[in-house]
């Protein structure tokens, strides 16, 4: 079965660190999607690459997060500084179409 | 922007029982994605809907779509622990369904046995 990976898993941080969440798309998926989801506000869309070209990050907070792609493997979502208020799990997400958008295991992200 | 609401935001069964969940939208919808959550997991997709009064089933559950397209339901006949999870619904967002899903806040469902 091909799978999206996410690393890591779980991660605890203090405030004002920087945060790296990876993810590793399905290979041949050209559609990469980062969506936010916390009890107060649900699964939330953040950012999404096609081709590894960024066409939206109207959902993220600009001046703290980043998401990238470097290449084909990856795709990187970025904190820094870290708040709280970003404590939630972090989805990375890959497909060719909406309806085939695979959903990896999260990153469950703790900001003390 | 879309705005889609779920109901019940939790809902406890007794094993056996039938269940529906339902997905509302303040706009038409285009496409309809069912997808099914387990606790500290990702989200597995469901079902898909676009047409009105489409409705498709896979195994014991059952999506609908209303012929005006703002709503949806998910019906499971004779629930089982298997069924336990949240369940969200998520919409093609207004740029098209490949540029993201907005989603629901999902239906925590607790079967009890």
């Known amino acids: 079965d091909a799978r999206v990976t996410q690393t890591p898993r779980h991660k605890v941080t203090e405030m004002g660190q920087e945060v790296t969440m990876r993810c590793q798309p399905i290979?041949?998926?050209?559609?990469v999607f980062w969506y936010r989801q916390t009890m107060m506000q649900g699964l939330e869309l953040l950012a999404y690459?096609?081709?590894?070209?960024?066409?939206?990050d109207s959902g993220m907070p600009k001046d703290r997060f980043s998401a990238e792609m470097p290449d084909a493997t990856l795709a990187t979502l970025k904190i820094q500084p870290s708040e709280p208020r970003d404590s939630a799990v972090y989805f990375c997400?890959?497909?060719?179409?909406?309806?085939?958008?695979?959903f990896g295991p999260g990153t469950r992200l703790t900001v003390l | 922007s879309q705005e889609l609401e779920q109901s019940p935001q939790s809902l406890i069964v007794q094993e056996g029982k039938n269940l529906t969940i339902n997905c509302t939208s303040s706009k038409t919808l285009y496409g309809l994605y069912w997808y099914k959550q387990k606790y500290g997991e990702g989200l597995i997709f469901l079902m898909m809907?676009?047409?009105?009064?489409e409705e498709k089933s896979h195994e014991k559950i059952t999506a609908k779509l209303d012929e005006k397209k703002q709503q949806s339901s998910l019906h499971i006949t004779a629930s089982q622990p298997s069924h336990a999870g949240i369940y969200l619904c998520g919409a093609d967002t207004p740029g098209g369904g490949a540029d993201g899903l907005t989603f629901g806040k999902g239906t925590h469902l607790i079967i009890q046995p």
């Open positions: 290979l041949g998926h050209n559609t």
């Open positions: 809907l676009q047409k009105g009064g």
């Open positions: 997400a890959s497909g060719l179409q909406v309806f085939s958008q695979i």
């Open positions: 690459f096609r081709n590894r070209a960024p066409l939206d």
